[in-house]
């Protein structure tokens, strides 16, 4: 295991639901990512948190909010998704935004019906 | 900003043989290209990664280049094994994670 756990690992929802995300990071990093992964675009950085403070949005819809209490826990909170949101939310770690390695999460894969 | 570009989309060699992905950026203030490798259904994994005061990084099997002035970078697998079977995706950036760009990714298949 590289340390970053991700609940649930499947989910399928309705366009009128609202879910979350959870990450979780054990590996004492300050910087924490989700990404969105599918056909069209196979990685996207959607979010970036450094020491629980966001600092890039990277355009994401306001249907998509994360919420980051601590170092350790990254949140994607869901409401009102469309079904071009289907795809697999990838949460990820680093020591610092410098570069140094990304660690990933195993992803919870998203269904929107 | 940004933008990579990642050829080819798919690769199948047999299995010895070698493998390059070849990928392009466009920003000339990115300066750390690392490569990530993605088995079917697990997380994408770091395998090597480069930055630009260097032009050439291995790590047994696995090589990278980079070459600045033309604005690309390329993976090398020698001796391919099935177990190298995977996406591949290269990455650009001139602020680490924060403003990271990655590529469409190459699906790799080592034919036994």
């Known amino acids: 295991e590289t340390g970053v756990t991700q609940t649930p690992r499947h989910l399928v929802m309705g366009m009128t639901n609202k879910k979350s995300l959870k990450c979780e990071q054990h590996l004492g990093h300050n910087a924490m990512y989700w990404y969105k992964q599918s056909a069209k675009k196979p990685l996207e950085l959607m979010f970036v948190y450094n020491f629980k403070e966001q600092t890039e949005n990277n355009s994401v819809p306001s249907r998509f909010s994360p919420e980051c209490p601590n170092s350790s826990h990254l949140f994607l909170h869901l409401h009102t998704l469309q079904p071009e949101d289907s795809a697999l939310y990838l949460c990820a770690s680093s020591q610092g935004q410098g570069n140094t390695e990304a660690f990933f999460g195993q992803g919870t894969r998203l269904t929107v019906v | 900003g940004e933008n990579v570009e990642q050829h080819p989309s798919t690769l199948s060699v047999q299995e010895g043989d070698s493998a390059v992905i070849k990928c392009t950026y466009s920003d000339s203030a990115s300066n750390y290209f690392p490569w990530y490798k993605q088995e079917l259904g697990k997380r994408p994994q770091l395998i090597i990664d480069i930055r630009s005061n260097v032009g050439e990084k291995k790590d047994q099997r696995i090589a990278v280049t980079l070459n600045k002035t033309a604005k690309h970078f390329s993976l090398h697998i020698t001796e391919t094994q099935p177990e190298d079977s995977a996406v591949y995706f290269c990455?650009?950036?001139?602020?680490?994670?924060?403003?990271?760009?990655f590529g469409t990714g190459t699906k790799l298949q080592v034919i036994p």
């Open positions: 990455a650009a950036s001139s602020l680490g994670y924060q403003k990271v760009t």
